[in-house]
């Protein structure tokens, strides 16, 4: 009987393990931080958006407040695809911190992530 229960709590391990580190893949895949690198490329804050995007308003809302007195510059796909090509932002929202002319990170997602870069 103690046989069974030690074959039942390996594999009940096994499948947590399996388990996080499906999880952990997948959000690595999903929203990697990406360094960008473009000439025209001025210090700021670019919040990357489209109009089907159903929670870019909310990361409007949630930059605006983070930023309080500080701006940011939209972009928007329906404005400026060839920048989105040019930069690879393939997924809205998403937020390009420039601290250096030309060189930034790339973070997609809702700002939380960013907030402590900011």
């Known amino acids: 009987m103690d046989e069974l ?4 709590g390996l594999v009940a391990l ?3 393990v399996a388990i996080s580190v499906a999880v952990w893949l997948r959000r690595e895949k999903q929203s990697p931080i ?3 690198s473009s000439g025209d490329l001025m210090p700021g804050v670019y919040l990357f958006t489209s109009e089907s995007c159903p929670t870019c308003a909310l990361a409007r809302a949630q930059l605006s407040q983070a930023l309080e007195d500080a701006t940011y510059i939209e972009v928007r796909w329906e404005d400026h695809p060839g920048k ?3 930069l ?3 997924a809205v929202p998403a937020i390009l911190i420039v601290k250096v002319p030309g060189i930034g990170k790339l973070y997609p997602g809702q700002p939380e992530r960013v907030l402590a870069e900011l």
């Open 5 to 8: 229960w030690v074959r039942v």
């Open 84 to 86: 989105f090509v040019e």
């Open 14 to 16: 096994m499948l947590v």
């Open 34 to 36: 990406r360094d960008i």
């Open 88 to 90: 690879g932002v393939d």
